[in-house]
Antibody, heavy 122, light 108 residues
């Protein structure tokens, strides 16, 4: 059974860079799945951030693309998120999530991390 | 991008009743690539339905999904106490993947 665990600073200063890592266990990061980030501002709905395949191929939400980098570390079986030039609007619970497979038919989120709250504040 | 509009915003029902939650897409969703999730306070979302009508592993059969054109429905046939939560629909037919704003199912 796959498990995902987010980690990273819970507080980031405005204009700084938000950095999170998702450690994967129970599945190989080199499997046929895409690995995703999703966020949820306090009391609000869900927003897809982007995804990465173990080859390094990525797909980003255009609303964040200019500030976003998602990378993968196969040696550590983990993937990471970097979001630059953050503002208070980036305050949210950040989830990492796995989709059901490689093709379009499987891009639903079947496994999630517990989420980590990141607050942007000085 | 595809905008998903969920209704109602809040649904107040009693255990044992039937719940019908709606999700309308602003345009056609490729190949019925629509999922439903349940989220309880302080928890990550849990996948219920994918492909508009296929139940995820371990999901009770009181949960069912259907579609008619750009309208999608999640039905809970007989509400159990643990079903009271927020429900989100999500389309994954085209990027960026998008979610509805959620329907809160509360105990009446």
């Amino acid at each position: 059974q796959v498990q995902l665990q987010e980690s990273g600073p819970g507080l980031v200063k405005p204009s700084g860079t938000l950095s999170l890592t998702c450690a994967v266990s129970g599945d190989s990061i080199s499997s046929v799945n895409w690995w995703n980030w999703v966020r949820q501002p306090p009391g609000k709905g869900l927003e897809w951030i982007g995804k990465i395949f173990h080859s390094g191929s990525t797909n980003y939400n255009p609303s964040l693309k200019s500030r976003l980098t998602i990378s993968v570390d196969k040696s550590k079986n983990q993937f990471s998120l970097k979001l630059s030039s953050v503002t208070a609007a980036d305050t949210a619970v950040y989830y990492c999530a796995r989709v059901g497979g490689y093709s379009s038919a499987y891009q639903y989120f079947d496994s999630w991390g517990q989420g980590t709250l990141v607050t942007v504040s000085s | 991008e595809i905008v998903l509009t969920q209704s109602p915003g809040t649904l107040s029902l009693s255990p044992g009743e039937r719940a019908t939650l709606s999700c309308r897409a602003s345009q056609s969703v490729t190949s019925s690539y629509l999922a439903w999730y349940q989220q309880k306070p302080g928890q990550a979302p849990r996948l219920l339905i994918y492909g508009a009508s296929s139940r995820a592993t371990g999901i009770p059969d009181r949960f069912s999904g259907s579609e008619s054109g750009t309208d999608f429905t999640l039905t809970i046939s007989r509400l159990e106490p643990e079903d009271f939560a927020v429900y989100y629909c999500q389309q994954y037919g085209s990027s960026p993947y998008t979610f509805g704003q959620g329907t809160k199912l509360e105990i009446k």
